[in-house]
Protein backbone atom coordinates (compact mmCIF):
# COMPACT_ATOMS: atom_id res chain seq x y z
CA UNK A 1 0.00 0.00 0.00
CA UNK A 2 1.53 3.45 -0.93
CA UNK A 3 2.41 5.61 1.66
CA UNK A 4 3.78 8.92 2.39
CA UNK A 5 7.79 9.16 3.65
CA UNK A 6 9.49 11.92 5.15
CA UNK A 7 13.21 12.48 5.92
CA UNK A 8 15.04 12.74 7.77
CA UNK A 9 12.81 10.91 10.75
CA UNK A 10 14.70 13.11 13.24
CA UNK A 11 16.60 16.36 12.85
CA UNK A 12 18.90 18.54 15.79
CA UNK A 13 20.10 21.91 14.83
CA UNK A 14 20.79 24.64 16.44
CA UNK A 15 18.82 28.16 16.84
CA UNK A 16 19.26 30.45 14.42
CA UNK A 17 19.89 27.65 11.60
CA UNK A 18 18.03 26.53 8.67
CA UNK A 19 16.12 23.03 8.66
CA UNK A 20 14.60 21.79 5.37
CA UNK A 21 12.20 18.87 6.41
CA UNK A 22 11.36 16.56 2.90
CA UNK A 23 8.21 14.50 2.33
CA UNK A 24 7.58 12.28 -0.59
CA UNK A 25 3.68 12.35 -1.34
CA UNK A 26 1.50 9.44 -2.56
CA UNK A 27 2.38 9.22 -6.10
CA UNK A 28 -1.76 10.25 -7.31
CA UNK A 29 -1.94 12.92 -4.57
CA UNK A 30 -2.34 16.46 -5.51
CA UNK A 31 -2.95 18.41 -2.42
CA UNK A 32 -0.42 18.54 0.36
CA UNK A 33 -0.28 19.65 4.05
CA UNK A 34 1.95 20.42 6.56
CA UNK A 35 1.41 20.07 10.28
CA UNK A 36 3.03 20.27 13.60
CA UNK A 37 2.39 18.72 16.70
CA UNK A 38 4.60 19.79 20.09
CA UNK A 39 4.57 17.53 22.85
CA UNK A 40 1.64 16.77 24.31
CA UNK A 41 -0.01 19.34 22.33
CA UNK A 42 -2.90 19.03 19.82
CA UNK A 43 -2.02 18.53 15.79
CA UNK A 44 -1.57 21.91 14.30
CA UNK A 45 -2.19 22.96 10.26
CA UNK A 46 0.83 25.20 9.19
CA UNK A 47 -0.09 24.88 5.44
CA UNK A 48 -1.75 23.72 2.49
CA UNK A 49 -0.06 23.49 -1.38
CA UNK A 50 -1.65 22.64 -4.53
CA UNK A 51 -0.43 23.46 -7.84
CA UNK A 52 2.71 24.92 -6.89
CA UNK A 53 0.86 27.44 -4.82
CA UNK A 54 0.18 27.88 -1.31
CA UNK A 55 -3.40 27.08 -0.63
CA UNK A 56 -3.67 28.12 2.89
CA UNK A 57 -1.07 29.21 5.66
CA UNK A 58 -2.17 29.69 9.67
CA UNK A 59 -1.03 32.08 11.84
CA UNK A 60 1.91 30.17 12.63
CA UNK A 61 3.51 29.95 9.53
CA UNK A 62 5.26 33.21 9.47
CA UNK A 63 7.97 34.31 6.92
CA UNK A 64 10.28 31.80 8.62
CA UNK A 65 8.98 29.48 7.17
CA UNK A 66 8.25 28.36 3.11
CA UNK A 67 7.40 25.46 1.49
CA UNK A 68 7.95 23.95 -2.18
CA UNK A 69 7.74 21.15 -4.62
CA UNK A 70 11.34 21.48 -6.80
CA UNK A 71 11.34 18.52 -8.12
CA UNK A 72 7.96 17.21 -8.64
CA UNK A 73 8.07 14.78 -6.46
CA UNK A 74 9.19 16.14 -3.16
CA UNK A 75 7.67 18.47 -0.89
CA UNK A 76 9.54 20.38 1.46
CA UNK A 77 9.16 22.59 4.81
CA UNK A 78 11.61 25.35 5.27
CA UNK A 79 12.45 27.04 7.95
CA UNK A 80 15.17 29.59 7.75
CA UNK A 81 16.03 30.61 11.22
CA UNK A 82 15.43 27.99 13.98
CA UNK A 83 14.03 29.12 17.08
CA UNK A 84 13.40 26.91 20.48
CA UNK A 85 9.49 27.42 19.83
CA UNK A 86 10.26 25.29 16.63
CA UNK A 87 10.35 22.06 18.52
CA UNK A 88 7.97 19.77 17.63
CA UNK A 89 7.15 16.65 15.30
CA UNK A 90 6.34 18.41 11.49
CA UNK A 91 3.94 15.70 9.61
CA UNK A 92 3.18 16.11 5.88
CA UNK A 93 -0.05 14.90 4.80
CA UNK A 94 -1.05 14.10 1.42
CA UNK A 95 -4.35 13.70 -0.21
CA UNK A 96 -6.17 12.91 -3.77
CA UNK A 97 -9.56 15.16 -3.47
CA UNK A 98 -11.04 12.43 -5.62
CA UNK A 99 -14.47 11.04 -3.91
CA UNK A 100 -13.16 12.19 -0.77
CA UNK A 101 -10.94 14.62 1.42
CA UNK A 102 -9.02 11.65 3.18
CA UNK A 103 -5.50 13.02 4.29
CA UNK A 104 -2.99 10.45 4.85
CA UNK A 105 0.03 11.13 6.93
CA UNK A 106 3.95 10.42 6.85
CA UNK A 107 5.72 9.18 9.54
CA UNK A 108 6.79 12.65 10.96
CA UNK A 109 9.64 14.96 11.27
CA UNK A 110 10.66 14.90 14.94
CA UNK A 111 12.91 18.42 15.01
CA UNK A 112 14.60 19.68 18.07
CA UNK A 113 16.67 23.14 18.50
CA UNK A 114 18.88 23.52 20.67
CA UNK B 1 -11.78 30.67 16.52
CA UNK B 2 -13.18 27.11 15.52
CA UNK B 3 -12.54 24.59 18.10
CA UNK B 4 -12.77 20.83 18.57
CA UNK B 5 -13.59 19.24 21.84
CA UNK B 6 -12.61 16.00 23.11
CA UNK B 7 -12.39 13.97 26.73
CA UNK B 8 -9.08 13.83 27.22
CA UNK B 9 -9.51 10.72 29.09
CA UNK B 10 -7.52 8.34 30.15
CA UNK B 11 -10.93 5.81 29.11
CA UNK B 12 -10.07 2.23 30.25
CA UNK B 13 -12.03 -0.41 28.81
CA UNK B 14 -11.27 -4.24 29.84
CA UNK B 15 -10.68 -6.40 26.93
CA UNK B 16 -13.56 -7.34 24.83
CA UNK B 17 -15.27 -3.93 25.53
CA UNK B 18 -17.35 -1.31 23.99
CA UNK B 19 -15.04 1.95 23.93
CA UNK B 20 -16.94 4.82 23.04
CA UNK B 21 -14.97 7.77 21.67
CA UNK B 22 -16.78 11.42 21.80
CA UNK B 23 -16.16 14.87 20.05
CA UNK B 24 -18.13 18.22 19.56
CA UNK B 25 -17.13 20.91 17.09
CA UNK B 26 -17.96 24.97 16.95
CA UNK B 27 -17.74 25.41 13.50
CA UNK B 28 -21.62 24.89 12.27
CA UNK B 29 -20.47 24.74 8.79
CA UNK B 30 -17.74 21.84 8.87
CA UNK B 31 -18.68 19.13 6.64
CA UNK B 32 -16.72 16.22 6.90
CA UNK B 33 -15.41 14.59 9.82
CA UNK B 34 -12.42 12.28 10.70
CA UNK B 35 -11.23 9.67 12.93
CA UNK B 36 -7.25 9.34 13.65
CA UNK B 37 -5.28 7.09 15.88
CA UNK B 38 -1.82 8.12 17.03
CA UNK B 39 -0.03 5.58 18.75
CA UNK B 40 2.90 7.35 21.62
CA UNK B 41 5.39 8.90 19.41
CA UNK B 42 4.33 8.07 15.89
CA UNK B 43 1.46 10.02 13.49
CA UNK B 44 -1.81 10.03 13.24
CA UNK B 45 -3.62 6.79 11.43
CA UNK B 46 -6.94 7.46 9.26
CA UNK B 47 -9.82 5.47 10.77
CA UNK B 48 -12.36 6.44 10.03
CA UNK B 49 -14.19 9.25 7.82
CA UNK B 50 -18.10 10.33 7.73
CA UNK B 51 -19.62 13.13 5.72
CA UNK B 52 -23.68 12.69 6.35
CA UNK B 53 -25.90 12.40 9.48
CA UNK B 54 -25.73 8.96 10.97
CA UNK B 55 -23.66 5.89 11.22
CA UNK B 56 -20.65 4.75 9.10
CA UNK B 57 -19.52 1.38 10.33
CA UNK B 58 -15.95 -0.47 9.18
CA UNK B 59 -15.02 -3.80 10.67
CA UNK B 60 -15.13 -3.12 14.67
CA UNK B 61 -15.24 0.64 14.30
CA UNK B 62 -18.47 2.89 13.82
CA UNK B 63 -18.62 6.48 13.33
CA UNK B 64 -21.63 8.29 14.48
CA UNK B 65 -22.33 12.26 12.90
CA UNK B 66 -24.81 14.83 14.00
CA UNK B 67 -24.67 17.79 12.78
CA UNK B 68 -27.63 19.31 14.58
CA UNK B 69 -25.86 18.47 17.78
CA UNK B 70 -22.16 18.90 16.29
CA UNK B 71 -21.46 15.56 17.76
CA UNK B 72 -19.56 12.89 16.44
CA UNK B 73 -18.15 9.86 18.26
CA UNK B 74 -16.28 6.73 17.50
CA UNK B 75 -17.66 3.33 18.43
CA UNK B 76 -15.27 0.27 18.82
CA UNK B 77 -16.10 -3.36 19.59
CA UNK B 78 -14.40 -5.88 20.97
CA UNK B 79 -11.39 -3.81 22.46
CA UNK B 80 -7.74 -5.12 21.80
CA UNK B 81 -4.67 -4.30 23.93
CA UNK B 82 -3.55 -3.08 20.15
CA UNK B 83 -6.19 -0.83 20.60
CA UNK B 84 -4.58 1.06 23.28
CA UNK B 85 -3.72 4.57 21.83
CA UNK B 86 -4.73 8.19 21.51
CA UNK B 87 -7.94 8.42 19.16
CA UNK B 88 -7.82 12.06 17.29
CA UNK B 89 -11.21 13.55 15.94
CA UNK B 90 -10.25 16.12 13.44
CA UNK B 91 -13.07 18.52 11.37
CA UNK B 92 -12.89 19.83 7.75
CA UNK B 93 -14.82 22.81 7.56
CA UNK B 94 -15.05 22.67 3.48
CA UNK B 95 -16.11 25.29 0.58
CA UNK B 96 -12.79 26.10 0.14
CA UNK B 97 -10.74 25.64 3.20
CA UNK B 98 -9.40 22.18 3.28
CA UNK B 99 -7.33 22.28 6.30
CA UNK B 100 -8.12 19.47 9.62
CA UNK B 101 -8.81 20.95 12.99
CA UNK B 102 -7.89 18.38 15.79
CA UNK B 103 -9.12 17.88 18.97
CA UNK B 104 -6.60 17.51 21.68
CA UNK B 105 -7.17 13.33 21.69
CA UNK B 106 -8.65 10.89 23.89
CA UNK B 107 -6.36 8.45 25.79
CA UNK B 108 -8.10 5.04 25.38
CA UNK B 109 -6.05 2.14 27.38
CA UNK B 110 -7.61 -1.66 26.70
CA UNK B 111 -7.16 -4.07 29.94
CA UNK B 112 -6.19 -7.31 29.21
Given at each position: ?PE???????Q??Q?GQ????R???I?N????Y?YR???????E????F???EI?E????????F?V?R???????L??????LE??A?????T??R?SS???YF????R???? | ??E?E????????P????A??N?T?S?R???S???YRQY??????????IY??G??E?G??????NKAS?Y???????SQ????A???C????G????????G?G?L???N?
Amino acid sequence: EPEVTQTPSHQVTQMGQEVILRCVPISNHLYFYWYRQILGQKVEFLVSFYNNEISEKSEIFDDQFSVERPDGSNFTLKIRSTKLEDSAMYFCATETRDSSYEQYFGPGTRLTVT
Amino acid sequence: QKEVEQNSGPLSVPEGAIASLNCTYSDRVSQSFFWYRQYSGKSPELIMSIYSNGDKEDGRFTAQLNKASQYVSLLIRDSQPSDSATYLCAVMSGGSNYKLTFGKGTLLTVNP
